[in-house]
C-alpha cells in the first residue's frame, strides 16, 4: 500500500480543525458509531485525495459539495473514478442537503452503507441527492 505524502497528512489534519457547517453538522451523526453502528472517519487520504468522510467496513466514501463545486465536475469525475477504483462507493450531497434535508441525507447514507454487495454500482454523479 502506497505510503500517504506528509503534505497530504498535514492537509487533512487541518481539514478536520476547520469544518464546514455541513461538514461539522454530518459528523455529529456519523462519529462514534452513531449510524447503524458503523465506524466513519473524516478527511481520510485515499490515493493523494482526501475524502470528506469514509467507513471503510463499508467502503463508502461521502462528498460534501459547496457551491463552489458545481465549475469542478471533471475533477470530480475523475477523483470518484479513483476512489471506485478502489473499490470504495462515492456519495455525493450538497452541503445545502445537509443543511435542509438532514433526515433526507442520513437515510441515503444509511441505505447504501446498509447493502455492502461490492458489485452495487452507482450513478455516475456519485448517488445523492444532488
Same mark, same amino acid.
Given at each position: ?7 497530504? $497528512? ?5 481539514? $478536520? ?8 453538522? @454530518? /459528523?455529529?451523526? @456519523?462519529?462514534?458509531?452513531?449510524? %447503524?453502528?458503523?465506524?466513519? $472517519? ?14 471503510? *467496513? ?5 462528498? @460534501? ?5 458545481? *465549475?469542478?465536475?471533471? +475533477?470530480?469525475? +475523475? ?14 450531497? /450538497? %452541503?445545502?442537503?445537509?443543511?435542509? %434535508?438532514? *433526515? ?11 447493502? $455492502? ?14
Amino acid at each position: 500500500m502506497k505510503q500517504v505524502s506528509t503534505d497530504t $497528512r498535514r492537509k487533512a489534519k487541518a481539514l $478536520r480543525s476547520n469544518l464546514t457547517d455541513a461538514e461539522a453538522k @454530518l /459528523w455529529q451523526s @456519523l462519529r462514534r458509531r452513531q449510524l %447503524n453502528d458503523l465506524r466513519f $472517519r473524516r478527511q481520510v487520504p485515499i490515493k493523494g485525495y482526501i475524502a470528506d468522510f469514509v467507513c471503510h *467496513e463499508a467502503k463508502l466514501v461521502i462528498e @460534501l459539495d459547496g457551491g463552489q463545486h458545481a *465549475e469542478a465536475e471533471v +475533477y470530480d469525475g +475523475y477523483r470518484t473514478k479513483v476512489l471506485t477504483g478502489e473499490g470504495y462507493r462515492v456519495l455525493r450531497f /450538497w %452541503n445545502n442537503d445537509v443543511m435542509t %434535508n438532514f *433526515e433526507g441525507v442520513l437515510s441515503e447514507i444509511a441505505r447504501v452503507a446498509g447493502d $455492502r454487495t461490492p458489485s452495487q454500482t452507482l450513478p455516475q454523479s456519485g448517488g445523492g441527492l444532488k
